[in-house]
């Protein structure tokens, strides 16, 4: 069995989450994180998962086959665009850029590259939130205004 070899772009309060879940799956492989401190508490948490603070070098790892970026918005298509480029398969946090343009441009290239680009909706999958859409689509909610 071939496993991914995960990276987590980003280890603030929802990297966490994800390097945990990562890591009992036995897929994560590195993490980058900027600010020290929680790069040290990664290094202490987690002392299998290669710790990166740039993620060129992260991105040029040839040991990565996929990021998980948990950034802020205004960095994921940057950051995604770069990782498509460097032929990474690629799930970004909602959402997947800040203009549609944008969000084409990283489609286009997953297409092209035949790379998989993905965006985390977990919500979408949460009981709570599949009832309301069952409510919704019955017409038993009434009108919706605003959501």
């Known amino acids: 069995m071939i496993k991914t070899r995960i990276a987590v772009i980003g280890y603030g309060d929802w990297g966490k989450n994800l390097v945990r ?3 009992s799956l036995g897929a994560l ?12 508490a990664l290094k202490r948490e987690y002392p299998e998962a290669r710790p990166f603070s740039d993620y060129e070098l992260l991105l040029k790892d040839p040991t990565v086959d996929a990021v998980c970026i948990a950034t802020p918005v205004e960095t ?3 950051l995604a665009k770069a990782a498509l480029a460097a032929g990474k398969d690629v799930m970004v946090e909602k959402p997947l850029a800040l203009r549609t343009e944008e ?3 990283l489609i286009s290239m997953a297409d092209a590259s035949k790379r998989i680009l993905m965006v985390g909706h ?4 949460h009981p709570g939130i599949v009832k309301l859409k069952e409510v919704i689509d019955k017409g038993e909610s009434g009108k919706i205004c605003y959501i």
Request: hydrophobic share 30%.
């Open 21 to 23: 879940t990562f890591h």
């Open 29 to 40: 492989n590195a993490v980058c994180e900027t600010k020290t401190g929680r790069l040290e």
């Open 103 to 105: 969000a084409g441009e």
């Open 122 to 125: 977990i919500l979408a999958c």
């Open 76 to 78: 994921h298509y940057r």
